[in-house]
C-alpha cells in the first residue's frame, strides 16, 4: 500500500472556542492511482494534506508512506513524498528554474549531476526548457506552477500531494499540467492525492474519490463506482419558463445544479422524490425531464449538501 | 547532507553573482559604522588612548559583526521563507528544517570569514593599523560561532511561533554587543565561572590570550577547554529549544502561516 491514512484527527483551539477541523478521517492510495479529495472550503482538504505531509501533527490517527509513519519516522517517510501546497509559492523566485530545481534535489538527496540531468528532463516535460535561466519572478503564473510541480518531482517521489495544482490557470497550462499528471500516474507509478475545487479536473484525473466535509468523510470509493450509484438516478428538467426564485434555495440543497435560468439537474433517490420535486414547480409548466448520466459535480453537490443539511438540524 | 551543504553553498553563491550590490553595501555599511566609531572614540578620549586599544576593537567589532550574522540569519531566513512562502517546502525535505537552518548557518559563517577578510583589510587600510591573523585564530572565532548559532536556533524558535522577531533581533544587536566586548573572563571572584557559561564570553576571553597576551591557543586559564564547553553547551540548548518549538508550531498547525 503506497499511503494509508488511519483515523487522522485534529482539533485547533482558538481563545475558548475549540474547532473540529478534521475528524477520524481514514483512505488508503495504491501506486498508480489518483485519489480526488474534494470538499467545500474549510472542509479540512488541506489539514489533512498537510497532516500527510507532516507539517501538522494528528491529535489521534497516523498515516504511513510505504509503511513508514509519518508521524513517528517523519523524516523517512517524507523521502518518498512530494508536495505542492495552495498559497504558498513553493519557489525561490530570484533563481531560475533549474537552479531552483537543483537546490530543492540537493535538500532531497540527489546530487548535483542527477539533479541537472533529471531537471532538465523536466522542464523539457512541461515545455519550459526556454525559460530554463530566466528567474522564476519573471515566469507567468502558470510557468511558475509548472516549475512548482517540477520540484516536487525531482527527487522521484513515489506519492504526490497536490493541493489546487491548477487553481487560477489558464486553460492551456491548467490541461498541460492534467496531461502530465496522468502520465507520470501511468508511467511512472506515483500515487497522487489532489485537492481541487474544479470538478471537471477531478473527474478527468481521479481513479478513486474521497468528499470531506466538516471534517469527515462522506464519501469515497472507485470514481467508477460512485458514478453508478448516481447513474439513473439524476434528472435534467427544463421549464417553460425561470424557476421561481424562492424555489432555488431548496432545489439547490436538494443537490440541484443551474444550467440556465429554466434548467436544471437534480439527483434523486427514487421515483417518489422526482415526483416530489415536479409537485414543488407546479404550476410553472415542464418541457422536459430527462434522465441522464451523473457527473462528479453532482454527486459533490448532492453530499456536501445534504451533509450540510444534517448538520444544521 | 552533504548534498543539502552543497546546495546551500551554490544558492548563497548564485545569489551573491546575481545580486552583488547586496553584498557589497553590506561591507560598506559595516567599514563606515566602524569608522564613525573610530573616529567618534578617538575625539572622546584621544587617539593615543584609541590607538593602544585598536587592536581589540577590531578584533571585538569583527566577532561582533559575525555573531550578529550567525544569530540574525536563521530568524531571518524563517521569517523570509514563510513571508515567500517556501518553508513548508523546506519542512517537507527530508532533511529537515533543523538540519537545514544549521547547514546555512555554516555556508553563511564561511562566507562571511570572507566577507570579514575583507572588512578587515579595509579598516586596516582606512586606521593605517595591521593587524597578523594566522589560521589558529580562526579557531576561536569558529567556536564563537556555534555559540551563536545556538542563540540563533533560540530566536529561530521564537520566530517559528510567531513569525516576526525583527524588534527583538534590533534588540539583540546591542546585548551581543554587551556579550563581545564585556571582559566576563577578567571579572573578580565568580565572574570566570560566570564567563563560561555565558554565551561567547570564553571564546573572546580566548581571543584576548591569543592576540593581545600573546600565549597562544594553549594558556594558563584553559580559555579554549571552556570554548569548547561553552560552544557544545549553547548548540545542544539551541537545538533543544528549536526542536521543541518546532514540535509545538506543528501541533498548533502554524508553520506555514505569516
Keep these: ?313 | 547532507m552533504w548534498f543539502g551543504l552543497l546546495a546551500e553553498f551554490r544558492r548563497e553563491w548564485l545569489l551573491f553573482r546575481r545580486y552583488p550590490t547586496e553584498l557589497i553595501s553590506q561591507i560598506v555599511i559595516v567599514v563606515i559604522a566602524f569608522y564613525g566609531l573610530f573616529l567618534g572614540a578617538s575625539y572622546v578620549a584621544g587617539s593615543h588612548v584609541v590607538g593602544n586599544r585598536l587592536d581589540s576593537v577590531i578584533v571585538g567589532y569583527l566577532l561582533w559583526t559575525l555573531a550578529m550574522g550567525a544569530v540574525g540569519s536563521m530568524g531571518w531566513d524563517i521569517m523570509n521563507e514563510a513571508q515567500n512562502g517556501t518553508l513548508e517546502q523546506v519542512m517537507i525535505s527530508s532533511l529537515g528544517l533543523s538540519r537545514i537552518l544549521l547547514l546555512r548557518s555554516i555556508v553563511m559563517f564561511l562566507y562571511n570569514i570572507l566577507f570579514t577578510f575583507v572588512v578587515l583589510f579595509l579598516i586596516m587600510w582606512m586606521t593605517h593599523r595591521h593587524l597578523s591573523v594566522s589560521i589558529v585564530e580562526l579557531i576561536p572565532f569558529g567556536l564563537a560561532m556555534a555559540s551563536a548559532i545556538g542563540i540563533g536556533y533560540c530566536v529561530a524558535s521564537m520566530t517559528i511561533l510567531f513569525k516576526r522577531s525583527n524588534q527583538f533581533l534590533g534588540l539583540l544587536q546591542f546585548v551581543l554587543l554587551f556579550l563581545v566586548m564585556t571582559p566576563f573572563a577578567s571579572l573578580p571572584g565568580w565572574g570566570q565561572a560566570i564567563a563560561v557559561f555565558v554565551p561567547i564570553a570564553p571564546m573572546n576571553a580566548l581571543l584576548k590570550q591569543m592576540m593581545i597576551e600573546q600565549f597562544g591557543l594553549i594558556g594558563p586559564h584553559y580559555w579554549l577547554l571552556w570554548s569548547v564547553v561553552n560552544a557544545v553547551l549553547w548548540v545542544g540548548l539551541g537545538m533543544v529549544v528549536f526542536a521543541t518549538a518546532s514540535k509545538r508550531a506543528r501541533r498548533k498547525g502554524i508553520l506555514g502561516h505569516y
Excluded at chain 1, 34 to 56: C, D, R, V
Excluded at chain 1, 152 to 166: G, K, R, V, Y
Design chain 1, 1 to 313: 500500500m503506497l499511503l494509508q491514512v488511519d483515523g487522522l484527527c485534529k482539533t485547533y483551539r482558538k481563545r475558548s472556542s475549540v474547532v473540529l477541523a478534521v475528524d477520524h478521517v481514514s483512505f488508503q492510495l495504491e501506486g498508480g492511482q489518483i485519489l480526488g479529495f474534494l470538499g467545500p472550503n474549510g472542509a479540512g482538504k488541506s489539514t489533512t494534506i498537510k497532516m500527510i505531509a507532516g507539517l501538522i501533527s494528528p491529535d489521534e490517527g497516523d498515516s504511513k508512506v510505504l509503511g513508514e509513519s509519518t508521524k513517528r519516522h517523519r523524516q523517512r517517510a517524507l523521502r518518498h513524498v512530494g508536495a505542492v501546497l495552495e498559497g504558498s509559492r513553493n519557489l525561490y523566485w530570484r533563481l531560475s528554474p533549474l537552479e531552483n530545481l537543483q537546490y530543492w534535489a540537493g535538500l532531497r538527496g540527489v546530487g548535483k549531476r542527477d539533479a541537472v540531468l533529471l531537471g532538465r528532463q523536466l522542464l523539457e516535460r512541461f515545455e519550459l526548457s526556454d525559460k530554463m535561466n530566466h528567474t522564476v519572478q519573471q515566469l507567468s503564473r502558470g510557468m511558475q506552477q509548472k516549475v512548482a510541480i517540477c520540484a516536487a518531482l525531482i527527487h522521484q517521489p513515489d506519492l504526490l500531494l497536490l493541493d489546487e495544482p491548477t487553481l487560477g490557470l489558464d486553460l492551456d497550462s491548467s490541461d498541460r499540467i492534467q496531461e502530465i499528471v496522468l502520465e507520470l500516474v501511468r508511467e511512472q507509478g506515483i500515487g497522487v492525492v489532489l485537492t481541487t475545487h474544479q470538478m471537471d479536473v477531478a473527474e478527468a484525473l481521479s481513479d478513486r474519490i474521497a468528499i470531506i466535509q466538516n471534517g469527515r468523510i462522506v464519501l469515497e470509493g472507485e470514481k467508477r463506482e460512485v458514478l453508478d450509484r448516481f447513474e439513473g438516478n439524476v434528472y435534467v428538467i427544463e421549464l417553460a419558463e425561470r424557476v421561481p426564485k424562492e424555489l432555488r434555495p431548496e432545489l439547490e440543497r436538494a443537490g440541484a445544479v443551474f444550467e440556465g435560468p429554466d434548467r436544471f439537474r437534480i439527483p434523486v433517490d427514487s421515483s417518489e422524490d422526482l415526483y416530489q420535486v415536479v409537485s414543488r414547480l407546479k404550476p410553472v409548466p415542464v418541457v422536459r425531464i430527462e434522465r441522464e448520466q451523473a457527473d462528479l459535480a453532482t454527486v459533490f453537490r448532492h453530499y456536501t449538501h445534504k451533509e450540510a443539511e444534517q448538520g444544521s438540524v
